[in-house]
C-alpha cells in the first residue's frame, strides 16, 4: 500500500473521527489539525495573506539572524542549497564559504531563498509555527522545498504562484489549503483550488464546481499551461 493510498484513506475517515476543540491560534500553530484528526499533510499552504502575520516571516535576514543555527549549512542538504541557491562553491565552515565569483561568504551573506530553506531546516523555527513568504524563494528553491516537506510539516504562504512536484500529475504527498481545509493530490487540483481562493485582483474567476479532478476543465488547463 503505497503513502498517498494511506493518506486518501485517512481522508476518506477524517469527517468520522471525533471533532478536537482548537483555539484560532492553535489551529495556526499547529496546521496539521485543523478540525479533525491528524491526516497525512506534509505542506500547508496560504493562498492569502495568513491572517496570524505575527507568524509571517516578512523579514529573512533578521529572522535567518535571530534563529543562529548557522551550523545546518554544513548538513549534507544544507550544503547543497548554498551551492545551489547562492551559488557557493566552497564550503570551508559554515562562517567561511567562497562563491564563484571568489567571494568569501559568511551565513548573513546568502541569498534570501537559501536563508528561508535553511530556517525551514531550523526546528526551532518549525516550532514554533513559522509561516514562510514564498516570495522571498526563486525556482531554484522549489526541489529542496518539497525535499524538506517531505521530511518536516512546513507553512508556506505562496506570495508567488507555484504548483509542487513541477506539474506532476500525482504528488508525493498531500498539499493543504489552510483557507479551505481542502487536502489536494495532483496539478489539476492544486491549480483549480489556488485560483478559486485567489482573491488578488489580476487573478481569473472560478466557480466552485467542487472539488478535484472535475471541477477543472481541458480550456482551462489549456489557458494556463498553452496548447500543449
Known amino acids: ?31 496539521r489539525i485543523l478540525k479533525h484528526k491528524e491526516v497525512c499533510i506534509m505542506l500547508n499552504v496560504w493562498v492569502n495573506l495568513p491572517d496570524n502575520t505575527e ?3 516578512d523579514n529573512v535576514a533578521n529572522v535567518f539572524r535571530d534563529y543562529k543555527k548557522f551550523e545546518l549549512i554544513t548538513t549534507e542538504i544544507g550544503t547543497r542549497i548554498v551551492k545551489a541557491v547562492s551559488r557557493v562553491v566552497t564550503v570551508n565552515n559554515y562562517a567561511d564559504m ?24 531550523n526546528e526551532d523555527a518549525r516550532n514554533d509555527g513559522l509561516i514562510f513568504d514564498y516570495s522571498f524563494c526563486g525556482d531554484n528553491c522549489d526541489e529542496f522545498l518539497e525535499e524538506i516537506a517531505g521530511m518536516y510539516d512546513i507553512n508556506l504562504y505562496l506570495g508567488r504562484f507555484y504548483i509542487p512536484f513541477n506539474n506532476a500529475d500525482s504528488f508525493k504527498y498531500g498539499v493543504r489549503f489552510m483557507e479551505s481545509g481542502l487536502v489536494v493530490y495532483d496539478s489539476k487540483a492544486f491549480i483549480h483550488e489556488f485560483y478559486r481562493l485567489d482573491k488578488r485582483v489580476d487573478a481569473p474567476v472560478i466557480e466552485d464546481e467542487g472539488w478535484g479532478d472535475a471541477a477543472v476543465s481541458d480550456d482551462f488547463l489549456k489557458s494556463f499551461y498553452g496548447d500543449e
Open 1 to 31: 500500500m503505497t503513502h498517498q493510498t494511506v493518506c486518501l484513506m485517512k481522508s476518506f475517515l477524517e469527517p468520522y473521527i471525533q471533532e478536537i476543540s482548537l483555539s484560532k491560534a492553535d489551529k495556526i500553530r499547529n496546521p
Open 55 to 57: 507568524l509571517l516571516v
Open 98 to 121: 567562497v562563491n564563484d565569483w571568489g567571494e568569501q561568504l559568511s551565513p548573513l551573506d546568502l541569498s534570501d531563498g537559501a536563508k528561508v530553506l535553511l530556517l525551514m531546516l
